[in-house]
């Protein structure tokens, strides 16, 4: 098995760099383990660099591996990837990349992402980004989409004191940006499963009073694209909203990096949701898509996140 995953990625490398023309060193594999460790084996394609900026796609190995192994045929797989590549060149990133200097006109394009801060602590250097427990709420910039496929990369600490800006000032534009480019919805599990072109709800219409769930099942609060979703929970007004809704202060199980379980504290329980959240987790999440496994407190008298201390007793 070992064996014929490592003649996979050798001979994949190759196919690549012979379909992209690119040097030898522009394409690089690294396994998951070696420094700074990642939560996978990965292909490094340097695509550019301009403007002090280097361009780098990660390719998840494993991912590719597992098409090839499901009967995608090597080259097939080759060029769709080139494909990819070659959108993401054809995007607007090298304009972007002249003007990250300019606050002003890179401000509309901040958003931010969240990651394990202990896991990816490595990756995290010398990023701008705000911490919540083991959570890290990291600064990005998006640089180009095609086919529905973000390319983005961390702000960091040398580009903020280039704009001569306040962090907290720029935290709370990105915030409010994430907001208008994926706004947050409610999804209702039964509706997923029988309607794919399902939505979710838009309970942060003041308009409207939305028939919230509070009781132990809980609420799954993502984004519209329902991609990098639980960072909904942090945006302009949505905690507070659904606090109100609920009547109380909320507790928030991060099931993954792309949703989040919003409970009642009035009628859940956080060492049960701690269990709960330890199964969802070893069940369903992929190591990647993992942000935490702890329980998280909303206080909607304060507006303070934090962990729950009642559920990190043992």
Known sequence: ????????????????????????????????????????????????????????????????????????EMDLLVGD????????????????????????????????????????????????????GDIAMVLYIRMGEIEGYTSSMKVKQRMLEQWEMD???VFEAALLNTYFISPPRIYCWEKMIFDSHYEGENFMN?????????????????????????????????????????????????TSIHEVMIHNENTADPEDLRHVLADTVRETTSEEDVLTLHIYHYDRDTGIFSLCEEAEEE
Do not use: W
Not at 96 to 121: G, M, P, Q
Not at 123 to 132: A, N
Not at 210 to 236: D, Q
């Open 81 to 132: 990837v080139v494909k990819r590549l070659q959108g993401i060149s054809r995007a607007d990133i090298i304009e972007k990349a002249k003007i990250l200097n300019d606050y002003n006109k890179v401000k509309k394009h901040l958003f931010i992402r969240l990651i394990n801060k202990n896991k990816y602590e490595q990756d995290l250097m010398d990023s701008v980004y705000r911490v919540i």
């Open 206 to 254: 003041l308009l409207s009073d939305y028939p919230i769930r509070r009781g132990a099942v809980g609420n799954c609060l993502s984004t519209v694209k329902r991609t990098n979703g639980a960072v909904a929970v942090f945006l302009p007004g949505v905690a507070r909203r659904l606090a109100d809704l609920m009547q109380g202060s909320l507790y928030l199980v991060f």
């Open 1 to 72: 098995m070992e064996n014929r995953y490592e003649r996979f990625v050798e001979v994949f490398r190759q196919k690549l760099i012979d379909a992209t023309g690119y040097e030898e060193e522009r394409i690089f594999y690294k396994k998951k383990d070696e420094y700074p460790p990642t939560s996978g084996d990965r292909l490094f394609v340097k695509q550019f660099e301009s403007n002090g900026v280097t361009e780098v796609c990660a390719l998840y190995v494993g991912d590719l591996y597992e098409e090839y192994r499901r009967g995608m």
């Open 167 to 169: 962090k907290d000032e």
